[in-house]
């Protein structure tokens, strides 16, 4: 079925390791999102892509690089992972105006010890 | 505090009925985009419609209309001519332009053959 595909689905990892979430969505939508949830925060944007080749950050950007690697595909990359960002994490994407997500991937559930 | 309020968890309606869903939301702000998001079981979450909070017009998609009142705060979704694959997890949110996604809590809807 067409969608978002974000892997893994699940993840622990140590504090100051590195991982890099992938996103990639086969609608052909120009714009792509990551977005972060917490306990009663909603969904906080972390960075977005407007299109293939462009990045810009979000709400909440620090600790976090992105790439868009081209129009398919959007990653999400935590450097130096901290307990903050423990977290259940979401990529998007949209044909629709900037900052309005139409499709939503599964989420990956991610955990900082 | 900007908050969105689902009060119906569970909801059903017979095939070919309307039924309408519920929904308010709490915001200083003027201007923000409010959107109806479905998640069928075991599937992504996806945009039903959008509604930008400036236009006075209730937005329609095909069986999906809103009624926005804008002073009560009030989103509410009506879906005409139920059919079965209506059936999911309905998510109303708002987004302040540029900043932080409020998703309300849900309410589940059933569509009876």
């Known amino acids: 079925n067409a969608g978002v595909t974000q892997t893994p689905k699940f993840q622990v990892l140590k504090t100051g390791q590195s991982m890099t979430l992938q996103c990639a969505q086969d609608?052909?939508?120009?714009?792509m999102y990551w977005y972060r949830q917490d306990p009663g925060m909603g969904l906080r944007l972390i960075y977005y892509?407007?299109?293939?080749?462009?990045?810009d950050k979000g709400e909440v950007p620090n600790g976090y690089n992105v790439s868009r690697l081209n129009k398919r595909e959007f990653s999400l990359r935590l450097e130096s992972a901290a307990p903050s960002q423990t977290s259940v994490y979401f990529c998007?994407?949209?044909?629709?105006?900037?900052?309005?997500?139409?499709?939503f991937g599964d989420g990956t559930r991610l955990s900082i010890l | 505090a900007q908050t969105v309020t689902q009060s119906q968890p569970e909801m059903s309606v017979q095939e070919a009925e309307t039924v309408t869903l519920s929904c308010t939301y709490d915001?200083?702000?003027?201007?923000?985009?409010l959107f109806w998001y479905k998640q069928p079981p075991s599937r992504q979450m996806i945009l039903v419609i959008r509604?930008?909070?400036?236009?006075?017009q209730n937005a329609t998609e095909n069986r999906f209309s809103v009624n926005f009142q804008k002073a009560a705060k009030s989103f509410s979704l009506k879906i005409s001519d139920s059919q079965l694959g209506d059936t999911a997890m309905y998510f109303c949110?708002?987004?302040?332009?540029?900043?932080?996604?409020?998703f309300g809590t849900g309410t589940s809807l059933t569509v009876i053959p």
């Open positions: 509604q930008e909070a400036y236009k006075q």
């Open positions: 998007a994407s949209s044909e629709l105006g900037v900052r309005q997500p139409q499709h």
């Open positions: 915001t200083s702000e003027n201007n923000y985009y």
């Open positions: 892509s407007a299109s293939e080749g462009t990045t």
């Open positions: 609608m052909n939508h120009n714009s």
């Open positions: 949110a708002f987004i302040i332009t540029g900043n932080q996604f409020y």
